[in-house]
């Protein structure tokens, strides 16, 4: 092992150490104090090395490697912030490779005397995880102008604090714009088992997966859990427990398609033993590597709602959605990856994403490359993801390659 991949891992080592968890992993939800530590972290690495850092009004920190003054930028990055008990791998791998990505090709660049034409800076993306605020990827939607920045520093946590002040709480409230892009790229942990089963060390990503994602509520009436007869019942959690079977069906009515369904969350009102639930609130969340047999699967489940409300004497509430539909990254950025890949002779694949990424987002603005490295057993959102440090070796030095190659303007459309 050299130099280079010894710091990548020392610094893996000691970033990983900050908002650690007893079983191995890390709690670090966004704009919390742990949250904080990453930041200062990320920037005492980025100053040190004299990049010079900035941080934008949904919180977005950057840290600027400014070649040609005025030129736009290749955005690397990923995110610091986790799931509660989560892996230490999930974003803030991205971010530090994204680091030591950037500050090779800057070493280069001043060791060849080149100026590349397009500047460079690495990224660790506010609230990707949308765990403590809703939705995710949250910093990189309002970057790409998806999002607009007031609603998002609107969004409130369980205890009524919003964007904005938890922000402002972590000093991580900026007040400028973020730098110009030109391209972008991300490089992430599968999170899931392809790469590890086939022994590949390197995901191509081509696509993302559709996504449906949406609040309900189930609105009943609250009474005695002994004295009221159960014809009566208007029992908002049966009707919740309904739904999250029902979700949990559709999967089967698609045999041949891949169709991913949960019930992510459940909040019952008033959650008494003794009262049957007036409301239950549940996050649903629907994907499918095809657009149609998600608009079928939607299709179905609001045919079920409508079964369950009459069955169960309850109303079905739609209260908030978030899609968004199979989009493909640029073919010549896909290309230019797997040139790069090829050049360092790693072993590569094409690949789609199931889960959504900062980069999902940022390939709706620029040419973007997205990579990934492997997951053993594609365990993630869990405190014991992992990666072999071979893999996370291999991903930094392919990322170098391709931020080196974007820089220099070889991206060919
Ligand atoms: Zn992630």
Not at 72 to 93: E, I, K, N
Not at 358 to 387: A, Y
């Amino acid at each position: 092992m050299n130099a280079a991949d010894r710091a990548v891992l020392d610094d893996f080592h000691a970033l990983s150490a900050l908002g650690a968890t007893e079983a191995g992993g890390v709690e670090r939800q966004a704009a919390t104090e742990a949250d904080r530590q990453t930041r200062e972290w990320l920037v005492d690495w980025l100053t040190t090395r004299g990049f010079t850092t900035t941080v934008d009004r949904i919180g977005n920190l950057f840290g600027l490697r400014e070649w040609t003054p005025g030129a736009p930028f290749v955005l690397v990055g990923s995110h610091l912030d986790s799931q509660p008990r989560g892996g230490r791998y999930d974003g803030a791998y991205g971010v530090l490779a994204a680091a030591h990505a950037v500050q090779r090709v800057h070493e280069r660049f001043a060791s060849s005397g080149e100026t590349p034409p397009f500047n460079a800076a690495v990224v660790n993306w506010f609230n990707e995880e949308g765990s403590r605020f809703k939705p995710s990827m949250m910093g990189s939607a309002v970057y790409t102008g998806k999002m607009p920045l007031e609603e998002a520093l609107a969004v409130t946590d369980l205890d009524g604090v919003s964007v904005e002040e938890a922000l402002a709480r972590i000093g991580f409230l900026g007040e400028q714009d973020g730098p110009r892009a030109a391209f972008a790229a991300e490089i992430h942990i599968e999170q899931g088992r392809v790469l590890d089963k086939e022994g590949i060390q390197i995901g191509l990503v081509e696509s993302n997966w559709a996504a449906h994602k949406y609040q309900i509520s189930v609105v009943g009436a609250q009474s005695h859990t002994g004295s009221t007869v159960m014809a009566d019942r208007q029992d908002a959690l049966l009707g919740a427990a309904r739904v999250i079977v029902a979700v949990r069906e559709l999967v089967d009515r698609f045999p041949d398609t891949p169709l991913h369904t949960s019930a992510g969350q459940l909040f019952v009102h008033p959650n008494s033993p003794v009262v049957v639930a007036r409301e239950a609130e549940l996050h649903l969340d629907l994907r499918s590597e095809s657009l149609e047999v998600l608009q079928e699967a939607d299709a179905i489940l609001n045919r079920e709602f409508a079964a369950i409300e009459a069955s169960t004497n309850v109303k079905i509430v739609k209260k908030s959605a978030h899609f968004w539909p199979v989009n493909p990254y640029q073919p010549e950025g896909v290309e230019l990856a797997r040139e790069a890949a090829e050049a360092l002779g790693l072993s590569h694949r094409p690949m789609l994403t199931l889960a959504g990424h900062d980069s999902t987002n940022l390939k709706d603005i620029v040419p973007t490359v997205m990579l990934f490295v492997p997951s053993v057993e594609g365990i993630s959102h869990n405190e014991h993801e992992f990666t072999h440090d071979e893999d996370i070796c291999a991903g930094v030095n392919l990322l170098t390659e391709v931020v080196a190659r974007l820089c220099r303007g070889d991206l060919r459309s």
